[in-house]
């Protein structure tokens, strides 16, 4: 675990299909860098990642249950942080 690492003390969920990972992998990986990783949408999650299998279906309009939520999350004044893929990959890489 890395106390400076951007994810540390961070809760991050996921939806939709991803590329470069498996979401266990993705679960695995957060936690080793001492972030946490939820199932579900709730307001103490700070970034909910989509899988970049999916984002061209969200950009369409079509939503999941987790990105409604985050979206409902947002519109209350949460600073929750929607990512795609590729940028939690690079957030996780930096």
Do not use: C, W
């Amino acid at each position: 675990m890395d106390p400076d690492h951007p994810v540390y003390g961070k809760v991050l969920a996921f939806t939709g299909g991803m590329f470069s990972m498996s979401r266990s992998e993705a679960a695995d990986l957060i936690t080793s860098l001492g972030a946490n990783f939820k199932k579900n949408m709730s307001a103490a999650v700070d970034y909910l990642v989509i899988g970049d299998l999916d984002v061209v279906s969200f950009t369409d309009g079509q939503m999941t249950g987790k990105l409604t939520g985050a979206v409902e999350l947002r519109n209350e004044g949460s600073t929750l942080e929607i990512l795609s893929e590729r940028d939690f990959v690079g957030l996780v890489n930096s």
